[in-house]
C-alpha cells in the first residue's frame, strides 16, 4: 500500500526538497535542490544558487513519470531530457510522485485554458503586410480546430466515463441475478450498453486519430514558420552589425579627416588618426557590444586654461617642480632634474651590453578549432581546462609578468619626482603601460608549474633585476619582485581567475601590486582591471581591457583614479580610452591623465575646476582647466615581423632566450615551451602532458604527507603542541600547502593585505651556482 496523498495543491504552490540525481558513471548520484513550481522542475546545485545559477529544468506538461522501484523515479520529455532521480525514503519518493502527477495535471490545464483564451483574442495587427494578416488569421483559424477536436475529446470522454459506470453496474447485478432464471432482459440491457461503450470508444479513438493528424500537419508548418522566422531574425542581426561597423569606421574616417584646433580638442584624444590601421582586431561581433547603445557619458571635461596661468605657471608656488617654459615640448622637466643629478646614469662608466636576439622561429600555420575544445567547457575555470599547445605562445605566465617592466623608464623617473603628485602621474602612467603588449596578443601563455621560477637581470643595460615564483597551483598564484637601482621596488602578486561565458572568455586578475620608492618613502598599490578575449565561437579574435583601477600612495593619501572604458560600436569615443583624474588627500584635483592604453598617455596640469552641464544620466560634471597636455608614455613600435613571432614586443623575444646559470626551475629550461618556440608542436603537447600528469603525481604525494602530518601533529613537528600545532596541521592538510623557495608571506601594514615578498637568497645562490634545495619539477 502506498502512502496516502497529500491534499491537491492550489495554483501557484511550489514544493522544494533535496533530491538525489544521477550525473555520470564516476560521480553516480549527487545529491541537488529540486524546485517544482508552476508546471516546471528545476534543481540547483544549493539553496544558495535559486537567486542566480539553475542548473536545469523541465517542462512537465510534456513530461512522462515513472517509478523504477521504492525509492527511484524517471523523469522524461521524450529523449531531450532525462532525470534519473532518488528520494530518501519510499515516503519521500511518494511525496514527489504525487506533487508531479498534479503538477503535470495542472500545466496540461492551464497550457489547454492558455489556447482557449489565444482563441477569443482578436488577431494582432500584420507585422509585415498582406502576409503577416494572413499568417495570423490561419494559426487563428488552426487553433479554433485543434480547440473543437480537444472539445470533442472531452466529450467522447465523459461519455465513456458514463457508459462504462452505466455497464459496470449492470454487470453487477447480473452476477446477483445468475442464480434465478430471469436473466433475459438483464442480458439485453448489458448487450446495449456494451454496444454503445463500443460505439463511444471508437467515436474517441477517431476523434484521438482526427486530432493528432491533424496536430501533426500543422506542426511541422509551425516548425518550418518558426525556422522561417529564426533565420529572418539573423539575417536582420547580421544587417545590424554591418551598418553598425559601417558607421563606426565612417565616424572615425571623419574624425581623421577632420582637423581640430589644439584649443578646441583634448589633446590626448586628437592623434588618433592611425587607429584605423589597427581597430581590426576590435571590430568582430560580439554579443555584448550592443548593449550599450548610449556612449557612456564622461565624468569630467577639459578646457584650456586662461593664458594668465601660462605666464603665471612658472612663478607658481605650489610646489610643482618643472612647468616653466615647457609647455611645446614632451615630459622634458623631469630630463632637467635627471641632467643636474649627481648621480646621473651619464657618470657612471659604461660597460658592454649584452647583445640579445631579435627574431624567434615564425609560429607555424597549424589550424585548430579553438570552440571544439572549449564547447564544453562553459562557465569553467580556465586554468581547470587542458588545452594543447596550438593555442599557446611560448611564453609562461611568469614571463608574462615580468613584461610589466618593459617600461620601466617611468619608475625610474617617478624616482627622481620632487612632487607626490608629479610621481603619481608616473605610476599611472606606468600602471597603464603594462596592457600595452596585450593589444594582439591573443595566444595564451604557459601555466607555470608550482615552484616554476622566472629571473630578468638586466641589471647592467637597464639597472634593475626581477624574479617570479609560481607560489601556488590551486588557485595558480605568482609572486613577482623587482629592485632597480634608481630607487624603487616593485612587488606583486596575481592570482588569475578566469571564466569561460560561450563568445567571450572573462579574465580577472585578483590580488595587489605594490610600488617603493627608497627615497620619497612613497608606498603606491592598485590593481588590475579585467581582460577579455572575445569572439571565441566565430571571427577574428581580439583582446579588450575594462574596469577602473584607483592608484593609491598610502604615506600622503594622494589617489589616482584611472577608467578603462570598455570597446564599443556606438562610442565616438577612440577605442581602448583610458582617461583618469590625480588627487590629493583633500580630494583636490591636480593633474589629468588621458589617451589609450595600447598607444600613450598624456597629462595635464589643472588650473582650475569648476561644476559644469549636467551629463546624459542627469550627473553634474567637473569642467577642468588645464594647462597644453604633455606626453608622458608612448608604445614602442613592434620589431619587424612581430606578426608571425606571435605580436612579441623586443623585450618578449628575449624573455625565453636561453642563458646559463639560471636556476634549474626556470621557465627557460621547461622542455614543452621550448619545443613549442622551435615549431615542435606535436613534441610539445606529449611533453606538456608529462610534465602534467608528473605535476599531479607529486601533489597527490604532497597531499598523503600532509594528512600524515595532521593525524600526528606533534611527531610532525618535534616540539609544537596546543593551538599552534593544530593550526600547522590544518595548513599542512590543504592540497596545495607548498612553501616557497624564494617568497613569504607578509601582512603589509600600509595596505592592509597579504601577500609574498621576496625573502632573498636567490641571486646569491645564482653567483655560488649553488642550487641544491631546488625542486626538480622539469
Known sequence: MSEPKPPTPTPGDTYKGWLFKWTNYIKGYQRRWFVLSNGLLSYYRSQAEMGHTCRGTINLATANIAVEDSCNFVISNGGAQTYHLKASSEVERQRWITALELAKAKAVHMQAESDDSGDECPAAPPSSGQGGGCRNLEIQSTLRTLGSKVEDLNTCNDLIVKHGSA???????????????????????????????????????????????????????????????????????????QLAKQHNHLERAFRGATVLPSSFSNPALGNKGGVSGKG????????????????????FITVPADPKYHRRSGSNASGFSCETGMDDQSVNFDELSLASNPESPQTLELEPVRQRRTRIPDKPNYYLNLWSIMKNCIGKELSKIPMPVNFNEPLSMLQRLSEDLEYYELLDKAAKCQSSLEQMCYVAAFTVSSYSTTVHRTGKPFNPLLGETFELDRLKDCGYRSLCEQVSHHPPAAAHHALSEKGWTLRQEITLASKFRGKYLSIMPLGSIQCLFDKSENHYSWKKVTTTVHNIIVG?????????????????GDRCHLKFAPYSYFSRDVPRKVTGVVTDKDGKAHYVLSGTWDEKMEFSRIMQSSKGENGTEGKQRTVYQTLKAKEIWKKNPLPEG?????????????????????????????PDQRMMEDGRWDEANAEKQKLEEKQRIVRREREREAVKAASTPEEADGVETGTEASEVSDESAHPDNYQAMWFDKFDDPASGETLHVYKGGYWEAKEQGSWDMCPEIF
Open 642 to 670: 612581430a606578426e608571425n613571432m606571435y605580436f612579441f614586443s623586443s623585450l618578449a623575444l628575449t624573455l625565453n632566450e636561453s642563458e646559463e646559470g639560471v636556476a634549474p626551475t626556470d621557465s627557460r629550461r621547461r
Open 540 to 556: 577574428k579574435l581580439w583582446i579588450d581591457q575594462s574596469g577602473e583601477i584607483d592608484v593609491v600612495n598610502h604615506k600622503t
Open 280 to 299: 581590426d582586431a576590435s571590430d568582430e561581433d560580439d554579443d555584448n557590444e550592443f548593449f550599450d547603445a548610449m556612449e557612456d557619458p564622461a565624468e
Open 167 to 241: 455497464l459496470q453496474r449492470s454487470l453487477s447485478e447480473l452476477e446477483v441475478l445468475r442464480v434465478s432464471g430471469d436473466v433475459g432482459d438483464k442480458m439485453k440491457q448489458v448487450t446495449e450498453r456494451a454496444t454503445l461503450f463500443r460505439i463511444t470508444s471508437n467515436a474517441m479513438i477517431n476523434a484521438c486519430r482526427d486530432f493528432l493528424s491533424l496536430a501533426q500537419s500543422h506542426s511541422k508548418r509551425w516548425q518550418k514558420a518558426l525556422h522561417s522566422e529564426r533565420d529572418q531574425r539573423i539575417r536582420l542581426e547580421e544587417t545590424l552589425e
